[in-house]
């Protein structure tokens, strides 16, 4: 078995997770590989990897892992830990459950996002928000959202989000946006503070992607997983759509996608 390894140093400060990880993954003979940032930009090849961080940790692992079709083993160190499977104080539980074949395949359907001949793939979600311009100030964008052939949002306000169903639970609940379950393929766009108290969000399928244009003069800024990625001007076109594979993580058999959200979100509001 050889395994991937990925830390968050600014979360393991000292490595002390790190270690304690490498020093389980000797002792079960498995080898391994700690992955860098530069690494990322690359192909790979492993049985999975081991992602010592938050949330926020494992979405910058996604396009890597995606990509190169190794499946994502969370292990909390940060707040919430929504996509992880296991907390810090159960390390060795997370090895063995990987040594002894105790862990199932969770496929979470995962955002193509084109822009300028560029392409993102996003698990949480993409979004356009408004931005300061020193010649504008501050201005509401004017957006249009087209599902297939059909247009049926244009609005003003703060900007547009599309996310996945495992990205429902982060920035597009804050926004007050639906939360769609897993197993739904489907994605769900969510209005940014729109000035028209009717704009809700709209849940669809994914098998017609979407486009979104800016009709407004004031630009944007286009963010993919957080990462601000390009800014966006008037009849530019973000278009969204299903990505081709699925980005997979390995879970322990009872993983209850509802028993977590409660878990998780009784004092919280998003990721």
Known sequence: MYVYVYDNKEKDVGGKYLNKLTDLLDAKQVSFKIL????????????????LGGDGTILWLVEFANRNDIPLIGINIGKLGFLSEFDSCDIEGAVNALCDNGLVLDERMTLKVSFNDKVYYSLNDAFINRVYNNNLGYMTVEVKVVIGDKAVQSFKGDGVIVCSPTGSTAYSLSAGGPVVSPEIDAFCITPIAAHAFS????????????????TGRAPANLFVDGKLVSEINKGEIVKIEKAEKPTMFLRKPNFDFYKRLDEKFKFNCGR
Do not use: H, M, P
């Not at 860098?36 to 992602?51: C, H, M, P, R, Y």
């Not at 704009?199 to 800016?214: D, F, H, T, Y």
């Open 36 to 51: 860098t940032d530069e690494d990322l930009l690359g192909e790979g090849k492993a049985d999975a990897i081991f992602v």
């Open 199 to 214: 704009q809700r969000a709209i849940v669809c399928s994914s098998k017609n992607g979407c486009e979104i244009s800016l």
